[in-house]
């Protein structure tokens, strides 16, 4: 056979052939390895749903980026001229960043007044400010600008706010450079304040980078459980050496791969090396095993090793088999990184089956088989996997009934598998970044920003005075929910104009269509689009409802969520289409998702043919009336007003 004749070859003649080609395709693949990179901003993270990435793109290139950042600075006096001029300072330098669209904040921020012929843009601050009462100057233009509450202040008024917009990029690598350029200014400035930074961009950012530092302290520890492992099993120098070695080169091999293809590690495929030693070892064992008890006689020897080797081949082959398929499972989500560990995790198993099935026989070939006294020596693990075949072959029907018993209740409570993602909550209280978000989500109010983009469903632009009436009133009624701290929108801005224009004093919206019309027109010209542009689309056809979310949990995000689509439903009813997005939106529902993309991949490891890919009429028809509240899925078929949009 075949086999035979290879085995044959490979434990006489081939011996240091097949060593010297272990170690050319180990050195050439591990070359790639130092080139390997953690994403600094994890989009393989983010699901590739059409619907989901092209509302995103719809959000990100008409109103801009959404992964703002948020700095607090706590001086010693805020509402003083240190302070102030402090946070002036401040301001600026971040402002000069590469990579920064806008800064705003007390000194930067601009506010619509009464003026000779009408509305004017001025400074929320007056300029020669640290010749006034500093303290009742900048509460007052708060009062009259309430949107900035809580926002550029927090509500004791001891800290600062800085809103930090980046600019859109489509370099990945263009967060991460911004991040680290406001922390080297925060180092500026340590000594004259306490600052944090926060925001959804500075937490997926931290969360790789400490992946990037821990993959430093997780794969040696492993290394040296599986080293102490083995010499506990075997209590032989080979029994650690060679396991290892083939581990070791399985991970390289994996990791090389994975480099070659340009991909980066990411929350998820970091597991990959634990996971891939960790699989890779099992082949390892079971060969060493084999050889333990061959005949000591070298005569034998190598007949004797031939044999075991091809009897465990098939087993060996088998289990890697299988494995792998479950890892291919994986596939089916829809989320890059979990296709990623899934694909290589089965690359690794099927490497780990090539090396071992080489290695080990060769590298076995060179040592003695060690006496029996000295097997029998290490049989504790042996006496207990005696007894558990013995109660295995004496009790069957009790321990299938167990089994089955056992199987049928994890299948019950399987759909019951919740995921709670908040990213802070991986980290430790300790952490900068967790000390940073909790100062500012107990300050401000909260840390996160849900997005959705409001449209008319049959197309035409947000004119009408009731238009706007069901905006003020959604977000009344949202701020009644505990988890959101503000509202963001245009309103603010027809408030303000239509307080300016009419000389009164209240913030309300014009009650007719006319005082509406004079208002949009206002909203086009050169001085007011740049803050209208924030949250209308230049067409008017598009409306942009930012909601500042305390820092929660995705189970306690989705439910949000549900309660805002029935207000949404009941408020806008079929006249409007609301639709969630954003980065924020993005990890909530990419976190439930996963769950359900587990459950399918174990439907499918399971061998279910039934088992449908995402995508297959999983989503609402082009005709669904509006979101499958289960699955929080938004088609945008013929009547959404951006379907087929494109960006010129």
């Not at 904040?105 to 619509?112: D, E, F, G, P």
């Not at 083939?246 to 390289?252: E, F, G, K, M, P």
């Not at 959101?484 to 004093?505: I, M, N, T, Y």
């Not at 067409?539 to 820092?551: A, E, Q, S, Y």
Request: with cysteine; net charge neutral; hydrophobic share 50%.
């Amino acid at each position: 056979m075949l086999l035979d004749r290879l085995l044959d070859w490979m434990l006489t003649r081939g011996r240091w052939p097949v060593l010297v080609l272990l170690a050319l395709i180990t050195l050439a693949l591990g070359s790639a390895v130092p080139g390997l990179q953690v994403e600094g901003d994890p989009r393989s993270m983010t699901s590739q749903r059409p619907e989901q990435l092209r509302t995103h793109d719809l959000l990100r290139k008409t109103f801009g980026e959404d992964q703002s950042l948020f700095l607090s600075v706590t001086p010693e006096t805020l509402l003083s001229p240190p302070g102030i001029a402090l946070v002036a300072e401040i301001s600026t330098r971040i402002a000069g960043l590469a990579g920064v669209a806008e800064v705003l904040s007390l000194t930067t921020a601009k506010q619509l007044a009464p003026g000779r012929y009408g509305a004017e843009v001025k400074p929320l601050l007056p300029a020669n400010l640290a010749d006034r009462n500093i303290a009742r100057e900048v509460l007052s233009a708060l009062a009259d600008n309430p949107q900035y509450q809580h926002l550029l202040i927090s509500g004791d008024h001891g800290s600062a706010g800085l809103l930090i917009q980046p600019r859109l990029a489509e370099d990945s690598d263009a967060l991460p450079r911004l991040i680290a350029q406001v922390r080297g200014v925060m180092g500026e400035y340590r000594d004259r304040a306490r600052l944090h930074l926060t925001g959804i961009a500075v937490q997926k950012h931290d969360v790789a980078l400490l992946i990037a530092r821990d993959q430093e302290v997780v794969l040696p520890l492993v290394a040296v459980v599986l080293a102490v492992m083995l010499a506990l099993l075997f209590r032989h120098l080979s029994g650690v050496l060679l396991p290892l070695a083939a581990t070791a080169i399985s991970l390289i091999w994996t990791m090389g791969l994975y480099a070659l293809c340009g991909l980066a590690l990411n929350t998820i495929s970091s597991l990959l090396p634990p996971v891939v030693m960790i699989l890779s070892v099992s082949n390892a064992v079971h060969l060493y095993n084999g050889w333990l008890l061959l005949p000591a006689s070298a005569a034998a020897r190598l007949s004797a090793w031939r044999a075991r080797i091809r009897e465990l081949t098939v087993p060996c082959g088998f289990t890697a088999l299988t494995t792998a398929l479950g890892l291919l499972s994986l596939t089916v989500s829809s989320i890059p990184a979990v296709r990623q560990f899934g694909l290589f995790g089965a690359v690794g198993v099927l490497c780990s089956l090539v090396v071992s099935l080489t290695l080990l026989p060769v590298g076995l070939s060179f040592f003695r088989v060690p006496e029996r006294r000295f097997i029998r020596r290490a049989s504790f693990l042996g006496r207990l996997l005696e007894k558990s075949a013995a109660l295995t072959i004496g009790h069957p029907r009790t321990l299938i009934t167990a089994a089955a018993a056992l199987v049928l209740l994890a299948a019950v409570a399987l759909p019951a598998v919740r995921n709670n993602t908040r990213l802070t909550g991986f980290l430790h209280d300790d952490a900068e970044l967790a000390q940073a978000s909790a100062f500012v989500d107990r300050h401000f109010g909260g840390i996160n920003t849900m997005e959705l983009l409001l449209a008319r469903r049959d197309g035409q632009p947000f004119r009408r005075v009731a238009d706007f009436q069901n905006i003020e009133r959604f977000a009344k009624a949202a701020l009644k929910q505990e988890s959101v701290a503000k509202v963001f929108s245009p309103l603010p801005l027809l408030q303000h104009l239509q307080r300016a224009e009419s000389g009164g004093d209240a913030l309300i919206l014009p009650d007719n269509q006319d005082d509406l019309d004079y208002l949009l027109a206002l909203l086009d010209l050169p001085e007011a689009a740049d803050q209208a542009g924030s949250f209308l689309s230049p067409d008017h056809k598009t409306v942009r409802l930012t909601l500042l979310i305390r820092d929660i949990g995705s189970q306690q995000a989705l439910k949000l969520i549900r309660d805002l689509e029935r207000t949404a439903q009941i408020i806008f009813n079929e006249a409007y289409q609301v639709v969630p997005t954003g980065s924020y939106y993005q990890v909530v529902s990419d976190s439930d998702r996963l769950v359900s993309a587990m459950l399918k991949s174990f439907t499918l490891s399971l061998g279910d043919g039934h088992a449908r890919h995402p995508g297959v009429a999983a989503f609402p028809a082009p005709d669904s009336a509006g979101p499958d509240p289960q699955r929080h899925s938004y088609h945008l078929g013929p009547g959404a007003p951006w379907a087929g949009w494109e960006s010129t």
